[in-house]
């Protein structure tokens, strides 16, 4: 599809759920839709109106409190992203995301051993989730926790090969152990795949 048929498909999309919530202005689910498209345009503050008017009408809408949680992420409000996101696991601790964005928020806040127990969680109920994978390696990395941070970025490149970063990491561990072959290897692969690495 064509990125302007994207968009017009979008707006028409967008007008239907305000057509729909002019005559059912208490729907979660109408409001909760709007806010996704209004983030899929970029409009955050548009879409986090229509989140907290979706969590006025059902309290219980944990993807609300998900989505809002990413917003004020973006918008640099740590503390209440963690909220948020504690919030949606109040009412659905079964959800692997809110797990996942955790443990990257604790690790922005230099608190990595609670990142490595919510990026655990998150596998436990996701099993192949790469961004969980990726902050836990992140997080044993700071933790020095070597052997550990080893494992979690190579699942990174088992589930996504071209995944740079998770190179470049590796090749800092082996660095660490002083297996420079290996450090030299992942260091020269992170480059090849586009990591902005120091030559």
């Known amino acids: 599809m064509a990125v302007h048929e994207e968009i017009s498909d979008l707006e028409k999309y967008i ?10 202005p208490d729907s979660a689910i109408f409001h909760y839709n709007l806010g996704l498209a209004y983030l899929k345009k970029g409009l955050r503050e548009e879409a986090a109106s229509e ?9 219980k809408l944990a993807q ?23 919030k949606a696991l109040e009412i659905d601790p079964t959800l692997p995301m809110p797990y996942n964005n955790l443990g990257f928020v ?14 655990k969680k998150a596998i436990e109920l996701m099993p192949n ?14 933790l020095n ?16 090969p071209d995944f740079a970063p998770a190179y470049y ?27 902005p690495v120091d030559q």
């Open 145 to 160: 926790r070597l052997n550990e941070a080893e494992q979690a970025f190579l699942k990174v490149v088992e589930l996504r």
């Open 15 to 24: 007008r239907y759920l305000k057509e729909r919530l002019f005559f059912e």
């Open 51 to 59: 989140f907290q008017q979706a969590i006025e009408c059902d309290p």
């Open 129 to 142: 989730i790469l961004q969980a994978y990726h902050n836990l390696g992140i997080a044993l990395l700071r």
């Open 169 to 195: 990491h590796l090749s800092v561990i082996y660095e660490s152990m002083s297996d420079n072959a290996k450090a030299k290897a992942y260091r020269e692969k992170a480059i090849q795949l586009g990591f």
């Open 64 to 86: 609300a409190y998900v989505n809002l949680a990413g917003i004020f992420f973006q918008d640099g409000k740590l503390d209440q992203c963690i909220a948020y996101n504690e």
């Open 106 to 119: 604790y690790i922005q806040k230099g608190l990595y051993e609670k990142a490595v127990e919510v990026c």
